[in-house]
């Protein structure tokens, strides 16, 4: 797997988080305890830093790219960022579910327990209010999320974490 550094910064990792062989890591970028980065996913901090939380996935194809220092990539715990979305310069708090393809812009901050619905895209500097739904181009809120929709979402980002552990136990076996 290329975990890359550029300029001084090297990417840390912690040794319970599973990236996959076929994922990319470059330069400033801190990935938590449990987290997993799954095949084709492009993390780069070569102009900012990205710091990815605890029990938080980052499926298939996913790039998050910080691009300008001013605009770091800040992704909470316990999050899912679904197949072949973008993200630039965010902030994702705890709980949230992005849904696959959705392209997230430079400064829009998605609050804790937010649904994105796949295909959505957030245009820069937007704010989306915690525990909301929000759907479409550019993605508006649909309704509010109940506590037990919120902790539904975190219970399958840990779901998806456990079944990247056992195959990182499982590679380490052979």
Avoid at 149 to 157: I, M, N, P, S
Wanted: charged content about 20%; proline content about 6%.
């Amino acid at each position: 797997m290329p975990i890359l550094p550029f300029g001084d910064h090297n990417p840390t990792i912690d040794p319970h988080a599973f990236i996959s062989p076929q994922a990319t890591i470059v330069g400033n970028v801190e990935i938590e305890a449990k987290s997993c980065v799954w095949p084709g996913a492009v993390i780069r901090g070569d102009q900012a830093s990205v710091r990815i939380g605890e029990s938080t996935c980052i499926q298939d194809s996913v790039v998050i790219h910080a691009h300008h220092e001013d605009n770091p990539v800040i992704i909470g715990n316990k999050t899912v960022v679904g197949t072949a979305s973008v993200l630039h310069g965010v902030y994702v708090g705890d709980a949230v579910k992005i849904g696959e393809g959705c392209v997230i812009f430079d400064g829009a901050t998605l609050g804790e327990g937010v649904m994105i619905t796949s295909g959505s895209i957030i245009p820069s500097n937007v704010v989306i209010p915690p525990r909301s739904l929000n759907s479409g181009a550019p993605a508006a809120q649909v309704r509010e999320l109940s506590r037990d929709e919120v902790e539904k979402q975190a219970f399958r980002a840990e779901v998806m974490s456990e079944v990247f552990q056992k195959l990182r136990h499982w590679r380490n076996a052979i």
